[in-house]
């Protein structure tokens, strides 16, 4: 039984905490070189939601935690995933990113992946700064990253990829810095070792329900303003595309993907397909499945602020991708 949690964070610390980590990374930011501080600068002073910086912050409830400490770590692992966005839209030839032209489009691909190496050396070193168990965690989540993008790069156009191996990728790709954030945020507030391996697991959890609903994006248009059917042109399928070729007997499916004209403009014969073969409903069963997973997690936490808190993280995130 779990006993109410004492709420650490003063109030307006939520509403002031973006600002703060958005103020922190135009710093860091500055101090890159010229040639590549303009890509970075751009993205940090972008429409993000700083999802991953408030989900630190709120796993940092369970306890006590250095107000100015959990801005730096909030900027760096924003910083973590900027530098990652950089280098996903080179990989994935995106056009546009937040609204705004993708680096690559900008500058060009060699300084947008630049940009890109340049975070992740200053990520080395702002996580050093911070100390030996923030420097560990973070470097042991960075290789992690990297593997789940080797792994995405080497199943383009995998038809039979089998769904072990996709969760597998999510985990490694997206849920990692979920994850990551939760734990620096336990180890912050001296959480306990049951809060902070609860914290965790829902960090995992909520990142690969992100994922799976992120990939069901990639087939219908809605609200968040994704583009169609990118990722399909890439040859990278999502859990419902893959529950659906499972069930493509006469190949149809298979067939348009690997079609050398296949193009965003086929996403509306490839959603039929999909759902007419019960992707979008397998993949709803998947994700519902992680978001159990997440919210069992959630429940082993003491009520109070900060499980309220993320709680409701959780909610408008998801909401965001149904």
């Known amino acids: 039984m779990t006993t109410a949690a004492t709420d650490s964070v003063p109030p307006g610390f939520v509403s002031d905490f973006t600002s703060q980590v958005t103020d922190r990374l135009l710093r860091l930011a500055d101090g890159l070189p010229e040639p590549v501080r303009a890509p970075v600068r751009t993205l940090a002073a972008g429409p993000g939601k700083f999802v991953r910086p408030r989900l630190l912050a709120a796993g940092a409830g369970f306890g006590t935690a250095d107000h100015d400490r959990l801005v730096r770590l909030g900027a760096l692992v924003e910083l973590i995933h900027l530098a990652s966005l950089l280098h996903d839209d080179v990989i ?27 975070c992740f050396a200053l990520v080395g070193t ?18 992690k990253l990297a593997y789940g993008e080797l792994l995405d790069v080497e199943r383009a156009f995998d038809t039979a990829f089998p769904l072990p191996a996709y969760l597998e990728l999510v985990q490694s790709k997206t849920a990692e810095l979920f994850r990551l954030c939760c734990l620096l945020g336990a180890a912050e507030a001296r959480s306990g070792h049951g809060e902070a391996d609860a ?19 990639d087939l219908r248009p809605n609200h968040s303003g994704k583009p169609v059917g990118t990722d399909h042109a890439l040859g990278l399928f999502g859990a419902p595309t893959l529950y659906a070729l499972r069930a493509d007997s006469g190949g149809e499916l298979a067939t348009l993907l690997l079609s050398p004209s296949f193009g965003t403009s086929d996403m509306p014969e490839v959603y039929s397909l999909v759902e007419a073969r019960g992707g979008l409903e397998a993949a709803a069963r998947l994700a519902a499945d992680w978001h159990d997973r997440a919210l069992a997690a959630l429940d082993e936490l003491p009520a109070g602020g900060p499980r309220d808190r993320l709680a409701a993280l959780a909610a408008s995130l998801l909401q965001a991708r149904s």
Do not use: K, N, Y
């Open 92 to 118: 994935d030839e995106a056009e546009t990113r937040r609204g705004a032209p993708a680096a690559h489009t900008a500058v060009g691909t060699e300084q947008a992946m630049l940009a890109g190496l340049a």
């Open 126 to 143: 702002e996580a050093a700064d911070l100390g030996e168990g923030v420097a560990g965690a973070v470097s042991m989540a960075v290789a």
């Open 199 to 217: 914290l965790v697991r829902f960090g995992t959890a909520l990142g690969v329900t992100f994922q799976i609903l992120d990939d069901c994006l």
